[in-house]
Structure formats: C-alpha cells, structure tokens
C-alpha cells in the first residue's frame, strides 16, 4: 500500500529530472532552517531542497523515489518517524504534506524528533483557485482542495512560534509543480511534464483531456495570450507556494 495518498511506485518515474531544486525557492527553505547542522528531511522524494552544506537525514518510504536520489534515505513514513525525541537540529518537509494519511501525527511527529524549527514548504488551497489553470480544468483544483491539509490547521498543529511566507516562483522555475509553468503554459499540454505532478492522477482522463482541450484551443485562437500574456514576461508570481516556519 502506498504510504501517502499518491502511489509513487507507479507514478514517481523522472521526479529526480522534472522536479528539481529551484535555488531561488531553496534559498527561502534554508534561510529558515537557520543554523542548524543536523536536518531531519521527511517525505524526501528525490532529494529535492536538502541543504549541501549541513548533515541531512532523509525519510522517504517509496523505492522508486529513493531509487532517484544521489544519497541514501531512510525506509519510513512521516507518523513514525523511527529516531529519538530531539534528534535533529531542524526538520523540514516539501511539497508532501498534503499526501500524508495523518497530518496530525505526522507534523506532531517532526516536532518531537527537532530540536529547533519545523520548516515545510507548502500549497495554499484557496491560493491556488487564482491560478489560470482554473479556468480550463477546474476539475483539478476541485481535487486539489479535497487534499489541502489548510495553512491555518498545520500551523495550529504545530504550535509554538509560526510564521507563514509567500514564497515568489520565477519565471523560468526548474520545480516542475504546476504554477512553476505560470508563463509557460504549453508545457501543462506535454504529458511528461504532467506525468511529475500528482494532481492530474486523481482527475478522470477524459475530464483531464477535455480541459486541456480548452486550453489548447485559448492558445491557438489568442485568448490565452489575451487574457494571461502578461504573464509570459513577469519575472515571478506570487501564487499558492508558501513557506511554514515553526520555531522550537
């Protein structure tokens, strides 16, 4: 059984070349994990995000995600988290909380094994209804609000010390999440890069296939450009990334 809502052993192939880490974003992830040496990574994937100058841990339970890292990781899930109470100086976790079976327990889990801050690096549900993309397969999002854990009950979760950062995508973003393609939208019609976004697995095909229809037809007539073109030379949006930073 997969260990989250999205089973990455069938639909986790090319992460490691399609979901890389944008230095930009990165630069907001590590500024928050402060001076922490030793930093726990749960929900790893392929080693997006981890810091290449500090001890990191990695937790990542699917074997095809792990197969895609340059260093090991540890076999686990985020609601047992196999270490000692404050382990690690800091714990950080991208872009998966929204798939974990029991975020109550997973975030209660990275606040027993830190010693300093919690730093996730998530989605805003209700962010993500502005998005462009909305207007031509709402059906996605519609989905996607369905597995919003919500920025207000992760930060309540966690306690203590929150804050929550806006975290601007550039234009030319090598995360391939979907709002990374803000400027870029004939990319979302190439299913490759599709194929490294869980969203569009939990859409029918033929609802997805009708929606980028739509959105076909908006770029061939002119309506995409009319009504969005600004965006293609905007050097960053502020979308639905956000950066959750709990202190100890």
């Given at each position: 059984m997969p260990a989250g809502d999205f089973d990455y052993e069938l639909g986790g192939g090319g992460y490691a070349g399609r979901r890389r880490t944008d230095p930009r974003i990165a630069a907001h992830v590590w500024a928050a994990l402060g001076d922490a040496s030793s930093v726990l990574n749960v929900g790893?994937?392929?080693?997006?995000y981890e810091p290449g100058d500090?001890?990191?841990?990695a937790v990542e339970p699917s074997a095809a995600m792990r197969e895609q890292r340059a260093t090991p990781a540890v076999i686990g899930v985020a609601e047992a988290l196999p270490f000692d109470d404050d382990s690690f100086d800091a714990?950080?976790?991208?872009?998966?909380?929204?798939?974990?079976?029991d975020l109550e327990r997973g975030l209660g889990e990275l606040r027993r094994v830190s010693r300093g801050p919690v730093v996730i690096l998530t989605?805003?549900?209700p962010a993500m209804l502005r998005f462009w993309l909305h207007e031509y397969v709402p059906e996605l999002f519609a989905a996607e609000s369905a597995r919003d854990p919500g920025i207000d009950r992760v930060a309540r979760v966690l306690g203590g010390e929150v804050s929550v950062t806006e975290v601007p995508i550039p234009i030319d973003c090598v995360d391939g999440f979907i709002e990374a393609f803000y400027a870029r939208p004939e990319a979302l019609l190439d299913p490759l890069v599709r194929s490294a976004q869980s969203a569009w697995a939990f859409v029918e095909p033929s609802i997805v296939e009708r929606g980028l229809e739509r959105l076909r037809s908006a770029l061939a007539s002119g309506e995409w450009d009319e009504r969005h073109g600004h965006l293609r030379t905007q050097p960053e949006y502020i979308g639905a990334l956000r950066l959750i930073t709990a202190l100890a």
């Amino acid at each position: 059984m997969p260990a989250g809502d999205f089973d990455y052993e069938l639909g986790g192939g090319g992460y490691a070349g399609r979901r890389r880490t944008d230095p930009r974003i990165a630069a907001h992830v590590w500024a928050a994990l402060g001076d922490a040496s030793s930093v726990l990574n749960v929900g790893a994937g392929a080693g997006s995000y981890e810091p290449g100058d500090r001890y990191v841990v990695a937790v990542e339970p699917s074997a095809a995600m792990r197969e895609q890292r340059a260093t090991p990781a540890v076999i686990g899930v985020a609601e047992a988290l196999p270490f000692d109470d404050d382990s690690f100086d800091a714990c950080m976790a991208t872009i998966t909380i929204h798939q974990w079976r029991d975020l109550e327990r997973g975030l209660g889990e990275l606040r027993r094994v830190s010693r300093g801050p919690v730093v996730i690096l998530t989605f805003d549900g209700p962010a993500m209804l502005r998005f462009w993309l909305h207007e031509y397969v709402p059906e996605l999002f519609a989905a996607e609000s369905a597995r919003d854990p919500g920025i207000d009950r992760v930060a309540r979760v966690l306690g203590g010390e929150v804050s929550v950062t806006e975290v601007p995508i550039p234009i030319d973003c090598v995360d391939g999440f979907i709002e990374a393609f803000y400027a870029r939208p004939e990319a979302l019609l190439d299913p490759l890069v599709r194929s490294a976004q869980s969203a569009w697995a939990f859409v029918e095909p033929s609802i997805v296939e009708r929606g980028l229809e739509r959105l076909r037809s908006a770029l061939a007539s002119g309506e995409w450009d009319e009504r969005h073109g600004h965006l293609r030379t905007q050097p960053e949006y502020i979308g639905a990334l956000r950066l959750i930073t709990a202190l100890a």
